[in-house]
């Protein structure tokens, strides 16, 4: 069964795709089955020789993996199924082997090298990653082994401030001060600023995501926080909204599509931007915290522009608009009721980009983008 996170890559890679090849990477893309991996439209043609690096954007379903030119576009890309079970060296293995079968397809360019970009605190002398939600790697030196095992130097950082950096550098926002809120199963916040990480002691902007929007709320996220941002604003609250719909009105439009459907978030998704009244109220609810949650963190990290990315950013222009209404209103007047919040420009390949940008820095040939001097800023 194709989980959400595996179909919003698929809307978003429709729009780009041209070629479907048979992989050597066990992959899962659309309904097709194993084995099968997308090929993104290459709309620039690097000459041989010219510097790229690979990113590898790990996430609890599903790896995206690309060739990144200097210029932020995807020349090469595949997808796997994040290995869920076995040893360490198993999901090494299964990493290596996507990124050696993008680099056979673009060997007549210059690898910098390889950005992987990992969900938890990140350690960056031991560089692992600590509370990763893919378990073999919780606190596994995934740096060191893919190293090893490829012969190219590893970048790593955290997935929500690798896609940060991926927007500050290529989404074209023209901002100094840039923060990105990704909305899947969980909620990563990264913030950039003259294109330097802010990160904390943890190797990660915090635990952001567990900020408490409701104090009298009974429901607890996954974590077992009780009325923070996730237990609100993540896949998870909206299949809980929406099996509770389901029982108050059975026979409605909307509980019928979600009873066809093996997969009820992303028909929810559908049916929002079918323009369903009633997936439209409920997406505007989780909205509504969303937004408060955005807007204690603008008053916090003072961004210039405020980006929604992640799979529920998939609902549409009017769920993020939403999002920016409350922003305006429980924000201070001035600057921060000024903030700009909007869709994330490169949507689903933010994470894929921003890692390889962490390998592209390394080399001051590799584009001709301004980088921020120095390592992350730490809080």
């Given at each position: 069964?194709?989980?959400?996170?595996?179909?919003?890559?698929?809307?978003?890679?429709?729009?780009?795709?041209s070629?479907?090849?048979?992989?050597?990477?066990?992959?899962?893309?659309?309904?097709?089955?194993?084995?099968?991996?997308?090929?993104?439209?290459?709309?620039?043609?690097?000459?041989?020789?010219?510097?790229?690096?690979?990113?590898?954007?790990?996430?609890?379903?599903s790896v995206?993996?690309?060739?990144?030119?200097?210029?932020?576009?995807?020349?090469?890309?595949?997808?796997?199924?994040?290995?869920?079970?076995?040893?360490?060296?198993?999901?090494?293995?299964?990493?290596?082997?996507?990124?050696?079968?993008?680099?056979?397809?673009?060997?007549?360019?210059?690898?910098?090298?390889?950005?992987?970009?990992?969900?938890?605190?990140?350690?960056?002398?031991?560089?692992?990653?600590?509370?990763?939600?893919?378990?073999?790697?919780?606190?596994?030196?995934?740096?060191?082994?893919?190293?090893?095992?490829?012969?190219?130097?590893?970048?790593?950082?955290?997935?929500?401030?690798?896609?940060?950096l991926?927007?500050?550098?290529?989404?074209?926002?023209?901002?100094?001060?840039?923060?990105l809120?990704?909305?899947?199963?969980?909620?990563?916040?990264?913030?950039?600023?003259?294109?330097?990480?802010?990160?904390?002691?943890?190797?990660?902007?915090?635990?952001?995501?567990?900020?408490?929007?409701?104090?009298?709320?009974?429901?607890?996220?996954?974590?077992?926080?009780?009325?923070?941002?996730?237990?609100?604003?993540?896949?998870?609250?909206?299949?809980?909204?929406?099996?509770?719909?389901?029982?108050?009105h059975?026979?409605?439009?909307?509980?019928?599509?979600?009873?066809?459907?093996?997969?009820?978030?992303?028909?929810?998704?559908?049916?929002?931007?079918?323009?369903?009244?009633?997936a439209?109220?409920?997406?505007?609810?989780?909205?509504?915290?969303?937004?408060?949650?955005?807007?204690?963190?603008?008053?916090?990290?003072?961004?210039?522009?405020?980006?929604?990315?992640?799979?529920?950013?998939?609902?549409?222009?009017?769920?993020?608009?939403?999002?920016?209404?409350?922003?305006?209103?429980?924000?201070?007047?001035?600057?921060?009721?000024?903030?700009?919040?909007?869709?994330?420009?490169l949507?689903?390949?933010?994470?894929?980009?921003?890692?390889?940008?962490?390998a592209?820095?390394?080399?001051?040939?590799?584009?001709?983008?301004?980088?921020?001097?120095?390592?992350?800023?730490?809080?």
């Amino acid at each position: 069964m194709d989980s959400f996170e595996t179909r919003f890559g698929l809307l978003l890679a429709s729009a780009t795709a041209s070629v479907v090849a048979q992989s050597p990477v066990p992959s899962r893309i659309g309904t097709s089955g194993e084995g099968v991996a997308t090929r993104g439209t290459v709309t620039d043609t690097p000459a041989s020789g010219s510097i790229a690096a690979v990113g590898v954007d790990v996430g609890g379903s599903s790896v995206k993996i690309g060739v990144v030119s200097g210029t932020g576009t995807i020349l090469e890309r595949c997808r796997i199924v994040t290995p869920t079970t076995g040893e360490p060296t198993a999901v090494v293995e299964a990493l290596a082997r996507g990124v050696e079968c993008v680099m056979r397809r673009t060997a007549h360019l210059k690898h910098a090298g390889i950005g992987l970009g990992l969900p938890g605190h990140i350690d960056p002398v031991r560089r692992f990653a600590m509370h990763c939600n893919v378990a073999a790697l919780d606190s596994f030196p995934i740096a060191d082994a893919l190293e090893e095992r490829l012969s190219l130097p590893v970048f790593i950082d955290n997935d929500a401030t690798s896609a940060a950096l991926g927007e500050y550098l290529f989404g074209g926002h023209g901002v100094e001060r840039l923060m990105l809120m990704t909305l899947g199963t969980g909620i990563g916040v990264g913030v950039i600023i003259e294109g330097r990480p802010l990160v904390t002691s943890g190797g990660s902007l915090g635990d952001v995501g567990h900020i408490i929007v409701d104090p009298g709320a009974q429901h607890r996220c996954r974590m077992g926080c009780r009325g923070c941002l996730e237990a609100e604003g993540t896949v998870g609250a909206l299949e809980r909204r929406l099996r509770l719909f389901e029982r108050k009105h059975p026979n409605s439009t909307l509980a019928r599509r979600l009873q066809a459907s093996d997969d009820p978030v992303w028909a929810a998704i559908e049916a929002v931007r079918a323009g369903n009244p009633d997936a439209i109220s409920i997406l505007e609810e989780m909205s509504s915290w969303i937004g408060v949650g955005v807007a204690s963190l603008v008053h916090l990290f003072d961004p210039d522009a405020v980006l929604i990315g992640g799979g529920l950013s998939a609902a549409g222009r009017r769920f993020v608009s939403r999002v920016a209404g409350v922003v305006k209103r429980h924000t201070m007047s001035g600057r921060h009721r000024a903030v700009r919040v909007a869709r994330a420009t490169l949507e689903n390949d933010a994470g894929l980009i921003g890692a390889a940008a962490l390998a592209l820095r390394s080399r001051q040939d590799a584009t001709s983008l301004e980088w921020g001097q120095g390592p992350s800023m730490r809080l």
